[in-house]
């Protein structure tokens, strides 16, 4: 099932057409890795994916209810917030859940309330709040935060205290804490240590989720994804299998090319 559809994207800055009538589908579940050369648009295709920035041409349609989360390697933390307090806005959902719950027992006191109904509509809610965790999110956090060295900023670090690289850790750790249903992920092992890349590496590869990503690093790539998608002169190239496959497929198609160029300079010789 497809849960993001780019249906005819043409982009472009001044006179520079960065993609040109491109089209690409996100099926449930897929973990592509998105590469080309710097410049070519890989940035500009995750904003236009996400919705920071409009196409000149052509749609981007998600699949409803579908919730998407993306690493952004520029977002800004509020001053006065903790590590911890960012982190714990990845379960923002929750907390309001549990209000909702208090506010019916005080509603409960209410004259005429109907207890009952208002018993089963709080048992619906905790019955969500155990599915997702809720009463051990705080082991959760610590568990995401020392796999990737949040942990080590300490916790109750004020964010904005912390450098570029360090809130883009933290970043990272609270997306991924979110479990969207697809992770959009620009340049994730930016920062990590390899001990943080080998964890991020396993998360991945157990994740249920679609994840699409932008990185330059061969090796992570080659062990997270299943497809490449390849931005290269306007164009969109989809490849099958992992980095390494990508590879190996993109050279045997210049070894045919230069085969073909070098015919058509015989033959041009020739006549």
């Known amino acids: 099932m497809s849960i993001l559809e780019v249906k005819n994207l043409s982009h472009g800055f001044g006179d520079r057409a960065i993609f040109e ?9 897929e973990h592509i890795g998105l590469v080309g050369a710097n410049g070519e648009g890989k940035s500009t ?4 994916v996400t919705g920071k920035l409009q196409p000149d041409e052509g749609k981007v349609e998600w699949s409803k209810y579908v919730t998407a989360g993306y690493l952004d390697q520029h977002a800004v933390l509020e001053k006065g917030m903790t590590v911890r307090d960012v982190l714990r806005t990845a379960f923002d959902e929750l907390f309001k859940t549990e209000e909702r719950i208090n506010e019916i027992y005080m509603s ?27 009463y051990t999110l705080d082991a959760t956090i610590d568990e995401v935060a020392r796999a990737l060295g949040v942990m080590d900023f300490g916790m109750d670090t004020d964010v904005t205290d912390l450098s570029g690289g360090q809130r883009t850790k933290i970043l990272l750790a609270k997306l991924l804490l979110e479990k969207p249903d697809i992770l959009l992920l620009d340049e994730p092992t930016n920062h990590l240590d390899l001990n943080s890349i080998a964890w991020l590496e396993t998360y991945i590869l157990n994740y249920q989720g679609a994840v699409l ?59």
């Open 108 to 134: 409960m006191a209410d004259e005429g309330a109907d207890v009952d109904a208002l018993m089963e509509e709080v048992g619906e809610l905790q019955d969500r709040l155990e599915t997702r965790d809720f």
């Open 45 to 48: 295709f995750m904003s236009i």
């Open 21 to 29: 009538n491109v089209s690409f589908r996100l099926l449930k579940g």
């Open 213 to 271: 990503i932008v990185s330059h690093d061969r090796y992570f790539l080659n062990k997270v994804v299943t497809k490449v998608l390849e931005i290269e002169l306007g164009e969109l190239r989809t490849y099958m299998g992992n980095y390494s496959d990508y590879a190996a497929k993109k050279q045997q198609l210049r070894d045919i090319r230069l085969k073909e160029y070098l015919n058509q300079q015989q033959e041009i010789k020739h006549q």
